[in-house]
């Protein structure tokens, strides 16, 4: 379908798993998972994916972390972000939008409706 690079960080295993199943039953091929936001903000040295898939509560370094880390450093300033979360707590959706580079803030699990979405807001 399409050489959009994704990157997945979520803690949780699982949801990896079915939200790389997902996006690889749409087409998409080049999809790496890191299972915090330390391992995603080492992977942004090796290559700047078009599309982060976040979770934000984590272990080691959170979502929130990661996003301010990604400013300070000046990493991959075109990357478009959608937070991907369990959490309903209305000021982490109102901290996640001041960020640039958050595009859409959606509940887990991901779906390929969520996914379409996603994908014409990052246009």
């Known amino acids: 379908?399409?050489?959009l690079n994704i990157l997945l960080?979520?803690?949780?295993?699982i949801m990896n798993f079915i939200s790389k199943k997902i996006?690889?039953?749409?087409?998409?091929?080049?999809i790496t998972v890191v299972t915090d936001g330390k391992q995603a903000s080492d992977s942004l040295k090796e290559n700047c994916p078009g599309l982060v898939f976040?979770?934000?509560?984590?272990?080691?370094?959170d979502g929130f972390d990661f996003?301010?880390?990604?400013v300070k450093e000046i990493l991959c300033t075109q990357m478009k972000v959608v937070i991907v979360?369990?959490?309903?707590?209305?000021?982490?959706?109102?901290?996640?939008?001041?960020f640039s580079s958050v595009i859409d803030y959606?509940?887990?699990p991901l779906n390929q409706d969520k996914v379409r979405k996603v994908l014409e807001k990052a246009k």
Do not use: C, W, Y
């Not at 960080?9 to 295993?13: K, L, Q, S, T, Y």
């Not at 996006?23 to 080049?30: D, E, V, Y």
């Not at 976040?54 to 370094?61: E, G, K, N």
């Open 1 to 3: 379908m399409t050489e």
């Open 9 to 13: 960080v979520d803690d949780d295993n």
């Open 23 to 30: 996006l690889t039953s749409m087409g998409f091929r080049n």
């Open 54 to 61: 976040l979770d934000i509560d984590m272990p080691v370094m």
């Open 67 to 70: 996003l301010n880390h990604t």
């Open 85 to 98: 979360t369990s959490s309903n707590r209305k000021s982490d959706k109102i901290k996640a939008i001041q």
């Open 106 to 108: 959606v509940e887990k």
